[in-house]
């Protein structure tokens, strides 16, 4: 079975500045996606970025880039000049290429943007 | 924009109630979920289901069921709630194997 692993519980970080969300899993496929979402204290979960196990190249979204390292499983989010509206939960998942849709999601990191 | 509603933001039910979540989506959907969410759990899978009338165990099945009736509509079955079940819970929908879209959620309190 996959598992997904955020050792992080807490993290703040100053407004305007750089932080990096850990993320590590486990599986025995080779093709899979990675997922980080964001959930606001409004609850509303939100997908902030997406990775393609195939894919090299780290995705990108504006702010937010990720380091998917796929030979140790790791997979951390940087958000670049951190925001107020940056604070949430964030949460790392897995998903398998093709099958059941279900995402494995792990515990959670809650982001707190220091002004 | 892709739109996942559910039917209350908040619920308090006695133990032993049967208590019904509703969650509707928009955007003709063939995938719908419900997770439930617990603090340092993550969110965990419930149910899902693939088309109209179909139905698959999550990881934690056990004192839930499901109704899909329509595409539009999932419904997940408290059938006689306990206070372990006292939970945040989130439905979500996709396209065949695109993102999932999260509902707000509904907060449970089982008293």
């Known amino acids: 079975a996959q598992t997904v692993t955020q050792s992080q519980p807490e993290m703040s970080v100053q407004e305007a500045e750089t932080v990096t969300l850990s993320c590590t899993y486990d599986t025995s496929e080779s093709d899979y996606y990675l997922f980080w979402y964001k959930q606001p204290p409004s609850r509303q979960m939100i997908l902030v970025i997406r990775?393609?196990?195939?894919?090299?190249q780290n995705a990108t979204e504006n702010r937010f880039s990720v380091n998917f390292q796929k030979a140790a499983k790791s997979f951390s989010l940087k958000i670049s000049d951190s925001q107020l509206g940056d604070a949430a939960m964030y949460f790392c998942?897995?998903?398998?290429?093709?099958?059941?849709?279900?995402?494995?999601f792990g515990q959670g990191t809650r982001l707190t943007i220091n002004p | 924009d892709v739109k996942v509603t559910q039917s209350s933001r908040y619920l308090v039910k006695r133990t032993g109630e049967k208590v019904f979540l509703e969650c509707v989506q928009d955007m003709d959907h063939e995938n719908m979920f419900w997770y439930r969410q617990d603090p340092g759990l993550g969110l965990r899978l419930i149910y899902f289901s693939y088309d109209v009338k179909m139905k698959e165990k999550g990881d934690i099945p056990e004192g839930y069921s499901v109704s899909r009736e329509k595409k539009e509509r999932f419904s997940l079955i408290l059938e006689s709630a306990s206070t372990n079940q006292t939970s945040m819970y989130l439905c979500?929908?996709?396209?065949?194997?695109?993102?999932?879209?999260f509902g707000p959620g509904t907060r449970l309190t089982v008293t």
């Open positions: 990775q393609e196990a195939y894919k090299q």
């Open positions: 979500a929908s996709s396209f065949k194997f695109h993102e999932q879209y």
């Open positions: 998942a897995y998903r398998r290429l093709k099958g059941a849709q279900k995402l494995v």
